[in-house]
Antibody, heavy 127, light 108 residues
C-alpha cells in the first residue's frame, strides 16, 4: 500500500521560502505515467492544486503560483519536494502531497486525479 | 481555467436519507475527467469517484457519480453516520487542475 508523508517546518516568516518534503513508501517514486503533486488548503477553505512533477522531472504549476513555486524529485530518497518563495499570510495552509494518476493520450501524459494522499502538514506564515 | 461550482453549500440530512450533490463546470470537462473526494475533519481527502462515474477501490456502492459535459452529480444513497463530511469535485480534463468549493453534508 502506497503511503506518503509530508515533513518540514510548521512556521515560516513572511518573505522567506517554504520548503516541504514528501517521502513515498510502499512503492517507487519512479513511475512512467504517474505524477507527484502538492495541494494546499487554507484553514476553513477549499482545496487548491499547486503543481505536479513526474519522476523524469517534467513539471506543471498553477499559473498564479508559477513565479514562486518549484517542485523536484529525488529518486535516491524516494522523495519529492516543494519550494514556495516570498511567502505571505495568504500562503498559510495545510499542505498535502499526493500521487497524481496520469493518463497517456495521443502519446502525451496528462495529469489526472489524486489517488494517494499524505496526512497533510500545517504551515503558518507569521513573524 | 475551468471553475467548478458546487451546490448546495450545505446539505442537512438524516441517516438513511439520500444526498444529491451537484458540480457545475464553467466549460465542458474533456472526456468527463471529473473526480469526487470525501474529506472528514482533520483528515486528507479520499478519492471516491473518477471518470465521473467509476468508484475507486474499496468505495461502497451507495456512492455513485453521473453526468457529462458541464453538469455532474454525486449521489449517496442511504446515508451512513460515517458519510457526514465535506465533498469536493475536481476536474482533470484541462490544466490547471481545479477543485470545486465543496459541499458539506451534515446531520440534521
Amino acid at each position: 500500500q502506497l503511503q506518503l508523508q509530508e515533513s518540514g517546518p510548521g512556521l515560516v516568516k513572511p518573505s522567506e521560502t517554504l520548503s516541504l518534503n514528501c517521502t513515498v513508501s510502499g512503492g517507487s517514486i519512479r513511475t512512467e505515467i504517474n505524477y507527484w503533486g502538492w495541494i494546499r488548503q487554507p484553514p476553513g477553505k477549499g482545496l487548491e492544486w499547486i503543481g505536479s512533477v513526474s519522476s523524469s522531472g517534467s513539471s506543471h504549476y498553477r499559473p498564479s503560483l508559477k513565479s514562486r513555486v518549484s517542485i523536484s524529485v529525488d529518486m535516491s530518497q524516494n522523495q519529492f519536494s516543494l519550494r514556495l518563495t516570498s511567502v505571505n499570510a495568504a500562503d498559510t495552509a495545510v499542505y498535502y502531497c499526493a500521487r497524481v494518476k496520469g493518463f497517456r493520450i495521443f502519446g502525451a501524459v496528462i495529469l489526472g486525479y489524486f489517488d494517494y494522499w499524505g496526512q497533510g502538514t500545517l504551515v503558518t506564515v507569521s513573524s | 481555467e475551468i471553475v467548478l461550482t458546487q451546490s448546495p453549500g450545505t446539505l442537512s440530512l438524516s441517516p438513511g436519507e439520500s444526498a444529491i450533490l451537484s458540480c457545475r463546470a464553467s466549460a465542458s470537462v474533456s472526456s468527463n475527467y471529473l473526480a469526487w473526494y470525501q474529506q472528514k475533519l482533520g483528515q486528507a481527502p479520499r478519492l471516491l469517484i473518477d471518470g465521473a462515474s467509476s468508484r475507486a477501490t474499496g468505495i461502497p456502492d451507495r456512492f455513485s457519480g453521473s453526468g457529462s459535459g458541464t453538469d455532474f452529480s454525486l449521489t449517496i444513497s442511504r446515508l451512513e453516520p460515517e458519510d457526514f463530511a465535506v465533498y469536493y469535485c475536481q476536474q482533470y480534463g484541462s490544466s490547471p487542475l481545479t477543485f470545486g468549493g465543496g459541499t458539506k453534508v451534515e446531520i440534521k
